[in-house]
């Protein structure tokens, strides 16, 4: 995490831009041989509505995450969180178009991030304390020596206040990115470094909240970010839903030299395990998210209303047992009564040795 900011704070690159908390890579393939990156090879609509997504296709990368009726709701409450999650599955060349509500807060960020392994970058970023303005940014092969690169968008909305549509259009000749279908950037493949930097090679979408203001930032970033977090209260961005396409289909994208181009990037033909997983989840979990949410609600309502006849029937039968046994051990008790009385006038009888049927209380017996 935060590896270009060390690097930056490292370099003391960095004044005006500075890229996402999610900018970091497992395994770059312009220096050594990386496993392949499972395609998507397809489109598909991810919605974060009352729904958490599958994690064979989204993993949670940092916590915590909730999904309510505002969608996935990542929020920075205390320090050192950085909610985030990350698609599984890559693309190459393709759209993704993020509906969402930007968070609140000083020194906030809230991002939508196309990230490659060799740290090709797209990013949105949402600076908390900034309601008129959002930034469009990008990086090719990890390269963050340039200060041209991030441009402000003014808007006619406050992006904390309400849902918008950010998309980023991608192919091998330029990149767009419009707001609410309005184009408001495009970058052509030679205007980044003459194409070197244009991000061009197969990228996962990442989604999250971080603390550009944190105090363990470099100073520029924290200027960036609009200035120090201030950790007093919930800070939350909400994404209502993910779409992506991606123009190319197989199954997985593997680079085939240290180039960084997408020249060199083969493309598996055959399914997508991802998408596959996508159209029908596997695992118990999995046939239980893949059933429409209203099943789903039936299903509940089905087990809560079972289990709720059960219970009353189980009181019922109780409370019956309960009157059953009080009026069973009434006529037992009237019954032991009456027993003892005979008993006791039997045995004054017998003392008194007659036939008297003088009642005397009986004394010591
Ligand atoms: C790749 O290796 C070179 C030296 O061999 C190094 O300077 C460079 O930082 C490395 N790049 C990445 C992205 O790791
Ligand atoms: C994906 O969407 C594009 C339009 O953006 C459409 O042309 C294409 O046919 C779709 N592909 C699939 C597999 O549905
Ligand atoms: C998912 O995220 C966790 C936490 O960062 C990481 O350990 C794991 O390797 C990730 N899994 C995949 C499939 O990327
Ligand atoms: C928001 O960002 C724009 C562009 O950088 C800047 O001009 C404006 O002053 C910022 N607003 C605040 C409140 O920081
Ligand atoms: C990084 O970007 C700058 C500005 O575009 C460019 O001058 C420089 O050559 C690039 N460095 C590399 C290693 O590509
Ligand atoms: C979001 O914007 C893109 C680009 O204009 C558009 O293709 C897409 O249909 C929009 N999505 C929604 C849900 O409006
Ligand atoms: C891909 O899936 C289709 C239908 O789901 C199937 O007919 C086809 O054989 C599969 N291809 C491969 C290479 O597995």
Redesign the pocket.
Known sequence: MNSRLTLVALTGLSLLSQAAGQTWTHCNPMNTTCPSNPALGSNATFNFVDERPNNKVWNQTAGPMKYGSGGAEFTVAERGQSPTIQSNFYILFGTVSVIMQAARGQGIISSIVLESDDLDEVDWEF?G?????VESNYFGKGNTSSFDRAI?HPLDFIPQDSYHNYSTLWTAEKMEWWIDNKLVRTLLYGEANGGYNFPQTPMNVRLGIWAGGDVKNSKGTIEWA?GLTEYKSAYSMFIKSVDVRDFSTGSSYTYGDHSGSWQSIKIAQGNSTILKEIIAPSGVSGHWKALPKTARTAIIACAIGGFVILLLAVIAFCIVQGRKGKKERAIADAQWAKEQQETNQYRMQMMKGGFSYEHKPVQNS
Do not use: A, D, F, V
Request: no cysteine.
């Open positions: 600076i304390g900034n309601e008129t303005h402000y609009g």
